[in-house]
């Protein structure tokens, strides 16, 4: 294992105490809690938090930021944050207008959300939760219930944090981001493999000319495993699950998300969205906006997710609103 690190068990907390000095203006760590939240506070509007286990950088702290994320909560590498952690970030980004949880569809992060919920409840902080379940690969899979959440979940920070900036109220803001959860699909694949530092060996194996399609961003199983094919032909394999679900038609207008899981050139993902691009031309559906790049990553694995929103004109205007945070600007 080749890792510019220092030790394995101290990765998490050099990250955020890095990020803080990197982004001074944008983000700040509440102290004994490995939590980012906004530098200058989350007065007088509904806070958003959002997390999970640490290794999908820039999630989530890199989305922490006017538009999106009032406070991000950083596990163990791919582990689920404690309870505590959460509550603590709740507590802290609570401007009194109350605070909507997006958890990703594991277990694991589930529980623990709903629990800091609850305790953020008693504490007379309202407190709602959506639960982004965007993965069409599989319906069940380790560490989940039901599909997994994956790279859509940006559009749920990107559209429900622009509707908080916008000032509605906690209400408003969760029906937004179900709103996005109910129109948005993704799907990815591996090329290689991730290494997590303190297991130190790849998390699983793939031959030289094999692929993984349907992976998720833990390395947990696809649906199957087949011999390296282009990037036209594994791009419209995906995008034919994704169509399948029957919410996009011809005349719709979406977003397009083409997200690198870590290892993946730039170049390669740009590839991969040509395809995207002409496959969606031949359906007749229109791209209104489309982003290309490592949004939600599995360390160092190498492959991409392709993620498709549904736009109406409310989220439309939320997509395309200002954002501000240290890996997501629109200004």
């Not at 603590?88 to 589930?110: P, S």
């Not at 495993?225 to 979406?254: F, M, P, Q, W």
């Not at 995207?276 to 559906?285: C, F």
Request: proline share 3%.
């Amino acid at each position: 294992m080749k890792k510019l690190i220092n030790n394995p068990d101290n990765i998490v907390d050099e990250m955020l105490n890095s990020m803080v000095l990197a982004h001074p203006e944008y983000v700040k760590r509440v102290d004994g809690c490995d939590v980012l939240v906004r530098a200058g506070g989350s007065k007088g509007k509904v806070a958003l938090v959002s997390g999970g286990g640490s290794g999908h950088e820039p999630a989530h702290g890199g989305y922490v930021g006017k538009g999106m994320l009032d406070a991000a909560v950083a596990g163990a590498m791919f582990t689920s944050p404690t309870p505590d952690q959460v509550y603590e970030a709740i507590k802290a980004c609570d401007g009194g207008e109350g605070v909507l949880l997006v958890i990703k569809n594991y277990t694991g992060d589930v529980m623990n959300f709903e629990m800091a919920a609850e305790m953020a409840s008693d504490e007379g902080i309202r407190v709602e939760q959506v639960i982004v379940n965007d993965d069409v690969a599989v319906e069940n899979s380790t560490w989940t219930t039901g599909r997994r959440g994956i790279a859509g979940t940006i559009f749920v920070h990107k559209c429900a944090g622009a509707a908080a900036e916008a000032g509605k109220n906690l209400d408003e803001v969760k029906a937004v981001a179900e709103k996005v959860i109910a129109n948005v699909r993704s799907m990815g694949m591996a090329v290689a493999p991730c290494t997590v530092p303190s297991a130190g060996k790849p998390s699983f194996e793939l031959a030289e000319d094999e692929v993984e399609i349907g992976m998720g961003i833990h390395g947990e199983p696809g649906t199957h495993r087949e011999k390296i094919r282009s990037a036209e032909d594994t791009t419209n394999h995906l995008l034919d699950k994704i169509l399948a679900e029957g919410i996009y038609n011809k005349g719709d207008k979406v977003a397009v998300m083409v997200n690198g899981l870590g290892g993946t050139p730039l170049q390669e993902l740009y590839v991969c969205n040509k395809a995207v691009a002409e496959r969606l031309e031949k359906e007749g559906i229109t791209i209104a906006k489309t982003f290309v790049g490592n949004f939600m990553t599995s360390i160092d694995m190498e492959g991409y997710s392709v993620s498709l929103l549904k736009l109406d004109a409310e989220l439309e205007g939320y997509v395309n609103a200002q954002a501000d945070t240290p890996a997501f600007k629109m200004l």
